[in-house]
């Protein structure tokens, strides 16, 4: 798997940094400045609409079983109420958004240390979110619009990760300038 990752890895690099427009130095140093914090923030509000979504599916199986025993109960038989929402495709979904909030905030230290591991768990969380769209196109009402918003939403992701990937290759810190002290005279 590692290798079959590694080539996809390399492809999406000649895609996003070789064939596409480069990221200005002042956003590159922005996004690696502020990636820590928002891949936690990302991560704990992915994993706020997996616990939503698991919550909405099992609040709305618990009515359709009240409907089927209250009908059972007046009309002397199951009335069978559809559950075809809540196929394995919903927990699949919820276990891929999950997952990807988990790698979201596992990213964070890496990311703070500019090691590659944390780069890694935000591609991996990438890779997933491009799954998540194929899962949707079997759960959702409006199943296409889900998957091409998707996979919009991953290209422009893939984009600012690849953008930014040198920085987490050789792991090295950039060097933020030293701020004055209080008793130092600016220099004129």
Known sequence: MADT????????????????????????????????????????????????????????????????TVCSAYAGYSCGAPMSRYSVWLWLGVLFLAAEGLLYVFAYSGLKDHKKPGWNYLYYGA?????????????????????????????????????IRSVYLDGKKPVEPVPPRSGDKPKN
């Open 5 to 68: 990752t590694n080539g996809l890895e390399d492809k999406l690099n000649e895609l996003f940094v070789k064939n596409a427009p480069k990221l200005p130095d002042g956003g590159k140093k922005a996004l690696v400045a502020w990636a820590p914090i928002l891949s936690l923030i990302v991560g704990i509000l992915t994993l706020l609409s997996a616990w939503s979504l698991w919550h909405w599916a099992r609040a709305t199986e618990g009515l359709v079983n009240y409907a089927n």
């Open 127 to 163: 890779l997933l979110n491009v799954a998540y769209g194929v899962v949707s196109l079997f759960t959702s009402y409006d199943a296409a619009g889900h998957f091409v918003g998707a996979l919009i939403g991953s290209a422009i992701g893939f984009y600012l990760l690849f953008q």
